[in-house]
């Protein structure tokens, strides 16, 4: 049993001694529950249950999905641990479990790209579609997102087939990973990179958007509705449309809704 399971029972334990009208949801997705996958299928099935397709047949796909790879309950639970961590409004495990979208979206792609990699392409393509619908976060299953990822808020936020995402990397909203302008030859560009490569620590602030097959580097910082169309040197700050290095004349950190330093273009 996991270090995260344990503190998941151990919060909904006290939250459902707490709030009595809170206490029978804290049941059906905690308590009841035999294993942390077992509880996250639970959750995210009766969040994307629509249309003709029953939350129990999406919780056993879910429950496959999270059981036939270790590796992604694995980057789920650092996922997990990455909102504790790195959200200040966020104090618990139970909360983003519970509640956040930009997690649950996460896990629901984790899941749909586990069935892309297994040829299952036509549902992975279908939970991709609930997932938008239900949290306004687009994903594309073939997208390759490492572990320690944190979306905050979720709304907005696409992320295009062809796109890497590093490790420890933080997202906020409206962001976009997007494809290069379609050529003539649609059938060629198909097989072809058209989405980023966003290198590990990196964080893109709101409204931002990377445009193309281009490279983020390590420890990047983007700044709020930046547009990126070049490839970013690591450690770099962006800022502007088309985004520019810049240097921060105060040595205060990165705010990620944008640069409220005085900055100077390299």
Known sequence: MSKIWNRLCEEASVVASKERILSKILTEYVLERESFEDALSWR??????????????LKELLLSSFTN???????VEADLHAV????????????????????????????????WSEDRKDIALYLQSLISIVYSVDIHPAAKIGKNLFI??????????????GDNVTIYHNVTLGGSSPSIDSERQR????HPTIGNDVVIGSGAQII????????????ANAVVVKDVPENATMVG???????????????????????KDE
């Open 69 to 75: 790879s270790g590796e992604i309950l694995q980057q």
């Open 191 to 194: 097989h072809e990179k058209r």
């Open 44 to 57: 995210l099935s009766t969040r994307l249950a629509k249309g003709s397709v029953p939350a129990n047949d």
């Open 241 to 263: 449309i088309p985004a520019k290095a810049v240097k921060l004349e105060n040595k205060g950190s990165f705010r990620p809704y944008g640069v409220d330093d005085k900055v």
């Open 212 to 223: 193309g097959p281009i490279k983020v580097g390590n420890n990047a910082r983007i700044a």
């Open 84 to 115: 504790k961590e790195r959200d200040p409004a966020c104090h618990d495990y139970i909360s983003p479990f519970l509640y956040f979208k930009g997690f649950q979206a996460l896990c629901a792609y984790r899941a749909s790209n586990y069935l």
């Open 152 to 165: 905050d808020h979720g709304m907005g936020v696409v992320i295009g087939e062809t796109s890497e995402i």
